[in-house]
């Protein structure tokens, strides 16, 4: 009686540590790892982890793209294009800064937005480069001109644009001599 006791103690002990077909440890599950158990250290057995000492700050600007570039083309020359190397346009009524294409001419004319106002002024920039508030953001403006894209520019580069008149005036390709 004491080996049958014995027995059916020490039977599943044994076949656990001979693995199980179709155990997850391997593809047809024989020969799998025993599985092991670390006992859970006492709060007097851990240990205190060092500090770690906190590193110096170091000032490194942040690198921000500029929000008006200055690309060559073929036929003008300098010009000026958004960070996509979409061409930027001016319109003739808006001298001074003051924004006349609103509402439909939005769609032909998309406005130039920024994301940062204050984006650095790339090589080959000489104006100032500004902001003026409209209904959807910041636009970008090159020597107080507002600038835009045009929606008849399938692909970076496209001048279709250039003396085009619509919408009360003539649109130009910004270039940077652009004069306020």
């Known amino acids: 009686m004491m080996r049958k006791a014995l027995l059916l103690i020490l039977a ?13 440890a391997t593809p047809g599950g024989y020969g799998a790892p025993a599985a ?7 709060p007097s057995q ?6 770690t000492p906190t590193p110096a700050p170091t000032t490194v600007p942040p690198t921000v793209n500029p929000g008006v570039l200055v690309a060559r083309n ?13 061409t930027l346009y001016y319109f ?6 003051t924004v006349v294409c609103t509402g439909q001419c939005t769609s032909v004319w998309p406005p130039s937005f920024t994301a940062n106002p204050s984006a650095p002024v790339a090589a080959g ?22 600038l835009y894209t045009f929606a008849g520019d399938m692909q970076a580069g ?6 085009v008149f619509g919408f009360g005036g ?9 004069q306020p």
Request: include cysteine; charged fraction near 10%; proline fraction near 11%.
């Open 12 to 24: 599943p002990a044994l076949l656990a540590a001979c693995g199980s077909p179709g155990s997850a």
């Open 36 to 42: 092991t158990v670390t006992p859970a250290a006492t």
């Open 46 to 51: 851990t240990a205190t982890p060092a500090p």
């Open 74 to 86: 073929a036929s003008l020359g300098a010009i000026l294009v958004n960070p996509q190397g979409r």
């Open 92 to 97: 003739v009524p808006e001298r001074g800064g």
């Open 125 to 146: 920039v000489s104006g100032q480069l500004g902001v003026v508030a409209r209904a959807g953001g910041e636009q970008i403006t090159y020597n107080r001109w507002p």
């Open 158 to 163: 496209q001048t279709n644009g250039q003396g």
């Open 170 to 178: 003539k649109w130009f390709v910004a270039t940077p001599n652009l």
